[in-house]
């Protein structure tokens, strides 16, 4: 290493014009401000701008007591040591501006002592020609001219940080820089090289210069990748990103390894690499990561092989109920399903398949080569909109029960439970004019109002119903009411809960979960208990159903399912409805003859949901069959939803709704025995009946009286004609 | 406790409480314990928690309520009506905007319901369980009104209209407390409409869906009654030769048989001079003496007629004579061959004499009322009344039954001859709920008739060698006492 010292005086001119882009080379980590600092800062910001606005104004001379204040607190935050670089730079303004506004007045001597102060404070600091008098500048460049000196600092390799006096300066190689006049330690930095310190002494007008060959201490790595952007890990830490493109006199080297130099990146170095062994992990989304071991046994660049990269590619196949739903993967819109994609990236994805009745979320991680089936069941997100206090007293429960409501309803299983943005909420209520309070039962919003509104927050949040707490006004402020709504209802169904015990919550939980259907396993085999005889007998066979088909007649006794025997009518049920439609029943009959077993291959048969069953949560039942409607547009499990939908509503004494969904329903549903046009057609005169419309009622309940076979229920249920007579003739 | 004495501790303990609760409060906590009581089948601390309630906390929220059940309480325990009336008229008039309202005028009803089966009456029944339904259509009270409807409808003959109300309750509430009854109610009336198989799944609903309900075990019974005559191309009886009940003397001179719907079976035997009771298991109960015995029948409110020659016998201790005018005023006859009796809905008691071929009928304080159903001479030996309010009447001298309503109005008949039967010596007769007709004839043996007079089956063996009298177990079995066997015979 060798010290080379050099008078640069021509060239302090430039230096000083590069100082502040020298400087601006190392990023100083800044300490935290304390908050007493950062108000003082505030403070004299302030100051600093009434000084300045002084200094311009007609009575310059005032200004300086401003920048006197300014001085006078800032000098006592430096000398704690705690002045930020915000608070530097006020201060060089202050001590510039007092100094202008004293050499205006004639106050030579004062005005150098501020400029004095400036320049030490901040050795590089220049007044512009531009903006202030040539004379007032010339004033300045003299007293600073007396106080500095310049000095430039040059290393092999460069990119070392240099200090004076443990004072960060720059990065080598600078041009001479502007310091103080005076005696300096100077330390000279760089990773993976011995650090060095010199002596120096810096008089004002003169310029040394340091050029410094480090001693290298630690290793670099050289890495080439086909392809680019892989990143490198070394014993688990990332170090560097492969990028860039080949430089020609590579492509032989590249070449010659197998690789394909116009997809292989730059040379790409991991410096500082210690003596020792090293893991090398090198990773990319979609190809499989490679781990490598390098040996480094002195300081000095190594080389490694170019590398290829392997992709790892998987392919999903992803079906849904009901199908047509859009597919995003890690958010990138995929198609609809059902569908198959190829060249998914293997590794963690999450899977989003979105449908207007609901959405379904995972997250899955895919292997090399792999093929993934996933069964995408749609299910109804429901959004919590908060807990609300019905009273002043309630409310500072509301904060513990928004947690303890949230942690509970989490585990409902049958509906995506998500908490709601507030802000999107108050956006759309604002909006309404509504507040939370105003969504739940007997707040007398005004119906339309609040279908509209919830139908809008549905859109908005991707759900299909909500969630809102209250708390009403109670003493021990245990309770809280859960009011469940689907979205374009107005009615929402509530259910207490002790807000703070996790079992009150189970039979909410146990409800939600419920999964309302439109079918349930049918063979069309009535039987009736009778204390005749050891098993049920048959009282009747539904034409057409399973049982028919298979030839029972009434008068059979039914002894046995599946092995287990039928001591009631209640068992052979119980047994058949944990049957799904095509599965098959083992039936064991006892008549005159003897005994026989006949297969049944189960059916189904659509079913009316109760009127008034307390235990339906008709919201959430209405957010199942509007995922009927919606998923399967235009067939009969859609239709028969529908009919089940104005039932709902009916319920709720909504009748206008139900009429809506009735008149759709009657055109959907089919023409046959059992559920039927019919049956729409009797509820219908019942909705019309109630809203008033009797001759319009009429009509329906002669048309219902006209569909002979209809039935109520379901498919075995009472015929709807003899009702719809009465009614119509009542 | 006097009634005074426990108003005064209750109203000493409200004073107390008062420092703490409210007079609401302390009258809900009145209210909650007496219906504990009531559960606890403390009548009397329940009917003083009510009182208490009207008399000390009337300004409460908790009065209507307290009235509704005193009210209950005057109809269901003390058999009182015009004093449960009282009480729930008390409820509709002075507090009509109540949750107890519609209670009250469902009470209304039901007590008008109780009361006859006159057309007009049955209309006011209606009217009190429509009130509920229009003004109350929130409440829980409205299907229990329409349950009530049906069976209004049904009492006044229209059927149609029953099955409607029925259905509308398990359509509209079908997890009411009033939906099994519903079903019931629309099942009965569906087999009373001669459609025995839609009525049998009917019932059945009951059993799948109200497995734990009062109603279950009924509706077993009645399928059970019912398929025996319907859910075969041929109805199927078989003796069952495991039965056995009553033995000695007891079984030697039956007069008469009678089982209650709790499975109490009475054997009227003139040998011992007593009506003899068997317990669902089997067991012999506290007998009742009679000499001369006749027939046997069941009062409305379920205590037991026993008819002997001279008098009947109204429950275990009262025992009834009857006297008919005479040309000498203030001079009575009394009925000194009295051969059946039986007791109407509306409480009159209609007395068959065997001297004087007539039947009188008689107010509850027993005065004469008239003849029943006309002037016409006839052998009546047996008289029962079908769960309609039929007076179901056998005339040994026309060998023939015939079916009149309370006003004396012939309803059917079973003549002497008919479709694959001849009657020659009809001695007993008995009808299930259906309405389903059962005679015995001492040389036809055992013949069933449908709601229609329709023939269904004559049960005739071996075993079956002279019948002389024979009752129906709630399931439909017949219980037969053979004369010639000395013993009861079960055809299940």
């Avoid at chain 1, 430096?78 to 202008?100: K, N, S, V």
């Avoid at chain 1, 994805?349 to 993934?372: M, T």
């Avoid at chain 2, 309503?405 to 001849?422: K, Q």
Wanted: glycine fraction near 8%; charge should be neutral.
């Amino acid at each position: 290493m060798s010290r080379l010292v050099v008078r640069w005086g021509r060239l302090a001119g430039l230096a000083f014009l590069l100082a502040p882009l020298a400087g601006a080379q190392e990023p100083a980590a800044q300490p935290p401000l304390s908050e007493a600092v950062q108000k003082e800062l505030g403070s004299v910001q302030d100051l600093l701008a009434r000084g300045t606005a002084e200094f311009e104004g007609s009575q310059q001379s005032r200004s300086i007591v401003v920048f006197d204040e300014i001085v006078t607190r800032l000098e006592a935050v430096r000398r704690q040591g705690t002045l930020p670089p915000r608070g530097r730079e006020i201060l060089a303004q202050a001590f510039e501006l007092r100094g202008r506004a004293y050499y205006n007045i004639g106050l030579q001597e004062k005005a150098a002592d501020s400029f004095r102060s400036l320049v030490q404070l901040s050795p590089q600091y220049g007044i512009s020609r531009e903006k202030v008098s040539p004379k007032v500048v010339d004033y300045f460049n003299s007293i600073k001219k007396a106080l500095v000196g310049y000095i430039a600092v040059s290393t092999k390799p460069p990119g070392a940080r240099v200090s004076l006096n443990g004072e960060f300066l720059s990065l080598t190689d600078f041009f001479p820089l502007e310091v103080l006049a005076g005696e300096y330690t100077v330390e000279i930095v760089r990773d993976g090289y011995q650090t060095e310190t010199r002596s120096l002494s810096i008089a004002s007008r003169a310029t040394e210069t340091l050029q410094v060959e480090l001693k290298r201490t630690l290793a670099s790595a050289f890495f080439i990748t086909e392809p680019a952007a892989v990143d490198i890990f070394v014993d688990g830490q990332q170090r560097a990103t492969t990028a860039g493109a080949l430089s020609p006199e590579l492509i032989p080297v590249v070449r010659a390894k197998g690789l394909e130099p116009s997809r292989a990146s730059a040379r790409t170095e991991v410096a500082n690499l210690s003596l020792g062994s090293h893991v090398v992990e090198f990773r990319k989304k979609c190809h499989e990561t490679v781990r490598k071991t390098i040996e480094v046994l002195e300081p000095r660049d190594y080389d490694t092989e170019p590398l290829r990269m392997e992709e790892s590619l998987a392919s999903l196949r992803l079906r849904s109920d009901p199908p047509g739903a859009r597919i995003f993967v890690d958010g990138e819109a995929l198609g609809v399903t059902p569908k198959e994609i190829e060249g998914v990236c293997s590794g963690k994805h999450r899977i989003e398949v979105k449908h207007a009745s609901g959405k379904f979320l995972q997250d899955v991680v895919l292997e090399k080569n792999e093929s993934v089936t996933i069964d995408c069941p749609i299910r109804p997100s429901l959004a919590f909109l908060g807990v609300v206090a019905e009273s002043a007293a309630a409310e500072g429960a509301q904060s513990d029960a928004d947690e303890k409501i949230v942690q509970n309803l989490s585990k409902i299983t049958s509906l995506n439970f998500l908490v709601a943005p507030r802000e999107t909420v108050d956006r759309i209520l604002d909006a309404e004019r509504l507040t939370r309070k105003s969504l739940i039962p007997g707040a007398g919003t005004d119906p339309d109002l609040l279908r509209k509104v919830t139908e809008k927050m549905a859109a908005a949040l991707e759900v299909q119903g909500f969630l809102i707490a209250s708390l009403p006004e109670e003493k021990l402020r245990r309770t809280a009411s859960l009011h469940l709504l689907a979205a374009g209802n107005t009615v929402a169904d509530r259910w207490n809960v002790t807000f703070t015990e996790a079992a009150s919550y189970l039979r909410f939980n146990e409800m939600v979960n419920q999964h309302a259907t439109v079918y349930r396993p049918w063979t069309g085999l009535v039987t009736v208990d009778t204390l005749l005889h050891e098993g049920v007998p048959v009282l009747r066979v539904v034409p057409g159903s399973p049982a028919a088909q298979a030839g029972l007649q009434p008068g059979e006794i039914l002894v046995a399912v599946d092995g287990k025997p039928v001591k009631q009518t209640a068992d052979f049920l119980s047994a058949i409805s944990q049957k799904k439609a095509k599965d098959r029943a083992a039936l064991l009959f006892r008549g005159a003859s003897g005994t026989r077993s006949v297969e049944l291959i189960i059916a189904q048969t659509p079913q009316e949901i109760p009127l008034n069953e307390p235990s339906l949560l008709y919201n959430k039942v209405m957010m199942d069959l509007r995922q009927q409607v919606e998923g399967y547009p235009g067939s009969e499990a859609a239709a028969y939803a529908r009919l089940n939908l104005a039932i709902c509503a009916m319920h709720f004494g909504d009748y206008a709704a139900a009429h809506e969904h009735l008149l759709k329903a009657k055109s959907e549903l089919p023409q046959r025995p059992g559920i039927s046009q019919g049956t729409a057609l009797y509820y219908l005169g019942v909705a019309l009946e109630r809203l008033g419309y009797k001759k319009e009622a009429l009509d329906a309940y002669r048309g219902a009286a006209a569909a002979k076979d209809a039935t109520l229920f379901n498919n075995d249920g009472p015929a709807v004609a003899a009702l719809a007579s009465r009614r119509a003739a009542s | 406790m006097t009634r005074g004495i426990l108003l005064a501790v209750a109203l000493a303990a409200a004073s107390f409480a008062s420092a703490q609760t409210s007079p609401d409060q302390q009258a809900r906590g009145l209210l909650d314990d007496g219906r504990t009581y009531l559960k606890e089948g403390k009548l009397k601390q329940a009917l003083d928690n009510f009182n208490t309630i009207v008399s000390g906390f009337s300004a409460t929220d908790s009065v209507d309520d307290a009235l509704l059940e005193i009210g209950r309480y005057q109809m269901e325990v003390e058999k009182n009506p015009d004093k449960a009336r009282e009480a729930f008229e008390q409820v509709a008039k002075r507090f009509p905007q109540s949750d107890g309202a519609p209670g009250a005028y469902f009470y209304l009803g039901m007590l008008t319901l109780a009361r006859t089966a006159a057309a007009a009456e049955i209309e006011d029944a209606l009217a009190q369980f429509a009130r509920v339904q229009r003004l109350y259509p929130g409440s829980e009270w409205v299907p229990k009104a329409l349950y009530a409807s049906a069976t209004a409808h049904r009492k006044a003959g229209r059927f149609q209209e029953a099955v409607e109300a029925g259905r509308r309750v398990f359509l509209e509430y079908p997890n009411s407390d009033a939906a099994p009854a519903a079903h019931f109610e629309v099942g009965h009336v569906l087999a009373l409409m001669g459609e025995p198989r839609p009525a049998m799944e009917e019932y059945q609903q009951i059993r799948n869906r109200f497995r734990g309900s009062e109603w279950a075990p009924r509706a077993l019974d009645r399928i059970t009654a019912l398929y025996r005559l319907y859910g075969s191309p041929k109805p199927s009886f078989a003796a069952d030769s495991s039965y056995s009940i009553g033995a000695g003397d007891i079984l030697k001179d039956v007069r008469a048989l009678l089982m209650t719907p709790a499975g109490t079976l009475w054997i009227a035997s003139d040998k011992v001079k007593s009506v003899v009771p068997y317990g669902a298991e089997g067991k012999m109960g506290a007998s009742v003496p009679g000499v001369d015995l006749g027939s046997l029948a069941l009062a409305p409110g379920g205590d037991l007629l026993a008819s002997a020659r001279l008098g009947v016998r109204v429950g275990p201790r009262d025992i009834r004579s009857f006297a008919i005018p005479t040309d000498k005023p203030g001079v009575p006859e009394p009925l000194e061959r009295i051969q059946a009796a039986v007791m109407t809905p509306a409480g009159s008691m209609l007395v068959a004499d065997g001297k004087k071929k007539h039947i009188y009928r008689f107010d509850p304080r027993q005065q004469y009322q008239g003849l029943f159903p006309d002037g016409n001479e006839r052998d009546v030996t047996r008289m029962t009344v079908d769960g309609e309010g039929g007076i179901v009447v056998l005339d040994q001298g026309t060998r023939s039954v015939q079916v009149f309503d309370e006003s004396g109005r012939l309803l059917r008949s079973i003549p002497t001859r008919g479709a694959g039967y001849e009657l020659h010596r009809p001695v007993d007769v008995a009808v299930d709920p259906c309405r389903n007709l059962y005679l015995a004839d001492r040389e036809a043996g055992i013949l069933v008739f449908s709601p229609q007079g329709q023939l269904l089956i004559a049960l005739s063996g071996p075993e079956l060698r002279r019948p002389t009298a024979l009752t129906l177990d709630p399931s439909g079995a017949v219980l037969v006492y053979d004369e010639k066997a000395e013993r009861v015979l079960r055809y299940k």
